[in-house]
């Protein structure tokens, strides 16, 4: 099937609402789409899925083979792909990883959106620049966002008209279409029971504004899928999956379940027992906020300390964080994790942490190189034992190992996208 890659000359300019409304209005209307995000991204992953009804896929063009990249991306709907910050921005020191090079690998049209709010005349230059950059990204079309009036719309579209680029649709300014945010981004789709009003008045909103048939009709043939499925990390898993455990990307559980692995889910945030498994794994999310809830999961941390003693057990950052001995919340308090690992956290001073990351470990479940990224804004207070991960960034810098092991139990503040 066919897909189309949305971008936009830097962050803040709407791609995401732009994007879910597109996504949500070729729903209504019978197109058979699914959505895909450009990198590293968890959040909005899961607002895609919630404007179709169908998983959304992340294709990370620095972490993943040009073949992966291919494979995943194939799929019996159209594919409309969100890009990532700026259309050429990428990891240091070159952009590796950017949506250009994504749109290179796939060979897919690219639609910009650019914000117009603060430009008239000025925006015929910046178009051309992005349009001239580099001949094997190929701008298909414009979407004209923020623009003020009809008078506002006839300025712009006089100034691109000599560059003879489709113009595909202006949307007006809409404070009614903005999204609560929290340190990692969106707040999490689940959390939100007015997301579907959302959904339907950005549907509205680029149904009014925009030429969708005209903007399908661009869209080209995606690439054969061209990689094997790697086998699974175990053939029994079981996955924590609630708002606390959320950050875990779709192709792992696909790719997995595709090589025969079976899938189980539970919840920590409602003190299930871990089910039996080979492997336990406790994704990233949000357990900062829920730290009481998880402190007093007495049935959940009882097996999961029970289940360390036959199992392997793996945790990405908030799980990660989950499997030490405290967690410290914003306002000083803290909490008793699982006590698995020998360290303590703490979001009472805050400090960022993100970047790709070149790993590999020695032990564990996930032995092996990988590619991964790090975000979050956790401070390690205490970090006691033998390492899990050696570590560099995206340019090939060594860092300071990464994570923790003690005997079955793995852990860092890591994610893992896809082998190296």
Same mark, same amino acid.
């Given at each position: 099937?066919?897909?189309?890659?949305?971008?936009?000359?830097?962050?803040?300019?709407?791609?995401?609402?732009?994007?879910?409304?597109?996504?949500?209005?070729?729903?209504?209307?019978?197109?058979?789409?699914?959505?895909?995000?450009?990198?590293?991204?968890?959040?909005?992953?899961?607002?895609?899925?919630?404007?179709?009804?169908?998983?959304?896929?992340?294709?990370?063009?620095?972490?993943?083979?040009?073949?992966?990249?291919?494979?995943?991306?194939?799929?019996?709907?159209?594919?409309?792909?969100?890009?990532?910050?700026?259309?050429?921005?990428?990891?240091?020191?070159?952009?590796?990883?950017?949506?250009?090079?994504?749109?290179?690998?796939?060979?897919?049209?690219?639609?910009?959106?650019?914000?117009?709010?603060?430009?008239?005349?000025?925006?015929?230059?910046?178009?051309?620049?992005?349009?001239?950059?580099?001949?094997?990204?190929?701008?298909?079309?414009?979407?004209?966002?923020?623009?003020?009036?009809?008078?506002?719309?006839?300025?712009?579209?006089?100034?691109?008209?000599?560059?003879?680029?489709?113009?595909?649709?202006?949307?007006?300014?809409?404070?009614?279409?903005?999204?609560?945010?929290?340190?990692?981004?969106?707040?999490?789709?689940?959390?939100?029971?007015?997301?579907?009003?959302?959904?339907?008045?950005? =549907? *509205?909103?680029?149904?009014?504004?925009? %030429? +969708?048939?005209? &903007?399908?009709?661009?869209?080209?043939? !995606?690439? #054969? @899928?061209?990689?094997?499925?790697?086998?699974?990390?175990?053939?029994?898993?079981?996955?924590?999956?609630?708002?606390?455990?959320?950050?875990?990307?779709?192709?792992?559980?696909?790719?997995?379940?595709?090589?025969?692995?079976?899938?189980?889910?539970?919840?920590?945030? =409602? *003190?299930?027992?871990?089910?039996?498994? %080979? +492997?336990?794994? &406790?994704?990233?999310?949000?357990?900062? !906020?829920? #730290? @009481?809830?998880?402190?007093?999961?007495?049935?959940?941390?009882?097996?999961?300390?029970?289940?360390?003693?036959?199992?392997?057990?793996?945790?990405?950052?908030?799980?990660?964080?989950?499997?030490?001995?405290?967690?410290?919340?914003?306002?000083?308090?803290?909490?008793?994790?699982?006590?698995?690992?020998?360290?303590?956290?703490?979001?009472?001073?805050?400090?960022?942490?993100?970047?790709?990351?070149?790993?590999?470990?020695?032990?564990?479940?996930?032995?092996?190189?990988?590619?991964?990224?790090?975000?979050?804004?956790?401070?390690?207070?205490?970090?006691?034992?033998?390492?899990?991960?050696?570590?560099?960034?995206?340019?090939?810098?060594?860092?300071?190992?990464?994570?923790?092991?003690?005997?079955?139990?793995?852990?860092?503040?890591?994610?893992?996208?896809?082998?190296?």
């Amino acid at each position: 099937m066919p897909g189309l890659i949305v971008v936009a000359p830097a962050s803040g300019s709407g791609k995401t609402t732009v994007t879910l409304g597109l996504l949500r209005a070729l729903t209504r209307n019978g197109t058979r789409v699914r959505g895909a995000k450009s990198g590293p991204d968890y959040i909005d992953p899961a607002y895609h899925a919630a404007a179709t009804g169908k998983p959304c896929l992340n294709l990370d063009a620095w972490a993943m083979s040009a073949a992966a990249l291919c494979t995943r991306a194939a799929t019996e709907d159209v594919l409309l792909i969100e890009g990532a910050m700026g259309l050429f921005d990428g990891a240091p020191p070159d952009g590796a990883g950017s949506s250009a090079d994504l749109a290179r690998i796939l060979g897919l049209p690219v639609i910009l959106i650019v914000d117009a709010a603060r430009m008239a005349q000025s925006i015929a230059p910046l178009v051309a620049g992005f349009a001239q950059h580099d001949p094997a990204v190929r701008i298909a079309g414009i979407i004209l966002n923020k623009v003020g009036s009809d008078r506002h719309a006839a300025m712009l579209r006089r100034a691109l008209a000599p560059l003879g680029l489709p113009i595909l649709g202006t949307l007006p300014r809409r404070d009614d279409l903005t999204r609560p945010s929290r340190h990692l981004g969106l707040e999490q789709a689940m959390e939100d029971p007015a997301l579907p009003a959302f959904l339907d008045r950005a =549907a *509205d909103w680029v149904t009014t504004g925009c %030429d +969708l048939a005209a &903007l399908a009709a661009l869209a080209r043939p !995606l690439p #054969a @899928p061209d990689a094997p499925i790697a086998p699974p990390p175990a053939q029994r898993i079981a996955v924590a999956q609630d708002v606390a455990f959320s950050f875990l990307y779709p192709h792992q559980l696909q790719d997995w379940q595709a090589a025969g692995a079976q899938i189980t889910p539970f919840s920590p945030l =409602a *003190d299930d027992p871990v089910p039996d498994a %080979d +492997l336990i794994i &406790l994704p990233g999310g949000y357990p900062e !906020l829920y #730290a @009481p809830q998880l402190a007093a999961a007495q049935t959940f941390m009882q097996s999961l300390k029970n289940a360390s003693q036959t199992t392997d057990i793996y945790g990405e950052c908030g799980g990660y964080m989950t499997l030490g001995d405290s967690l410290t919340t914003a306002d000083g308090t803290v909490h008793a994790m699982a006590g698995l690992l020998r360290l303590d956290t703490s979001f009472a001073a805050r400090k960022l942490h993100l970047g790709y990351r070149q790993l590999h470990a020695m032990h564990g479940p996930f032995a092996g190189a990988w590619r991964g990224h790090e975000f979050h804004y956790a401070t390690t207070t205490r970090a006691a034992g033998d390492p899990l991960f050696t570590a560099r960034d995206a340019a090939g810098q060594a860092l300071p190992a990464m994570g923790l092991r003690l005997g079955r139990v793995t852990g860092s503040f890591a994610h893992i996208i896809d082998k190296a």
